[in-house]
Each structure stands twice: as C-alpha cells, then as structure tokens.
C-alpha cells in the first residue's frame, strides 16, 4: 500500500522560506509522479507544482512560480517543495498527492489515487 507522509509545515513570516518533504512509501520503483497542492481557508484544493519521472517535467501554478521549487531524490523516495519569498497568500494545508506511472508534470487532481494527510503552512505579515 502507497503512503504518503508530508512535514514541514509551519509558521513563518512574510518573505521567510520553507521546505516541504513528502515522504513516497510502499513503491517499488521511481514510476510515479507527485503533485503538491493546497487548500486555503474558504478555498477549493488548487495544484501549487508537480513532477513527473517521464523527463521529470516540472509544473508551477503562476502565482508561485519563480518562487518554489519541486524536486524529487528517487533514493529517498522524496519529494520536495522548497518556497521562497513566501506571502500571506500562500497560507494554506498543503498536500501531495501520488499517481503511479509515467507522469509528465501536473494531473487533473482526481487522477491522483493516493493522498498524504496534509500540513498547515501559515505565513504572517
């Protein structure tokens, strides 16, 4: 069974910098994309980035490309969102999700069929 174990999160100020990991286990092989995605309050689920392992395109949503970075250590089975100059906008629970398979970049959300619990990220001004 695929499982997915986010950390990371937490409380930082306005133009501070995070690195979120989610951990990918229950794989037997580097064949599966992620997505990060997020969820602010009184807000829809969005995708924030996305990997893939065909060619490990990579996929930012506008508002934070520049500023994130999505890599992936197939060693580690990890994923990570590193994210710069963070604003009160990005304040959200973020999520990865996992799709087994050649993925190229980002999935409509519900092709992804396994999902990690979440974690808070809360940026203040």
């Known amino acids: 069974e695929v499982q997915l174990v986010e950390s990371g999160g937490g409380l930082v100020q306005a133009g501070g910098s995070l690195t979120l990991s989610c951990v990918v286990s229950g794989v037997s092989s580097d064949e599966y994309g992620i997505g990060w995605f997020r969820q602010a309050p009184g807000k829809e689920r969005a995708e924030v980035a996305c990997?893939?392992?065909?060619?490990?395109?990579?996929y930012y949503r506008p508002s934070v490309k520049g500023r994130f970075t999505i890599s992936r250590d197939n060693a580690k089975n990890t994923v990570y969102l590193r994210m710069n100059s963070l604003v009160p906008e990005d304040t959200a629970i973020y999520y990865c999700?996992?799709?087994?398979?050649?993925?190229?970049?980002?999935?409509?959300?519900?092709?992804?069929?396994?999902w990690g619990q979440g974690t808070h990220i809360t940026v203040s001004y």
């Open positions: 999700a996992y799709r087994r398979g050649t993925v190229y970049g980002c999935l409509p959300e519900d092709e992804y069929r396994t």
């Open positions: 990997i893939g392992n065909g060619d490990r395109s990579t």
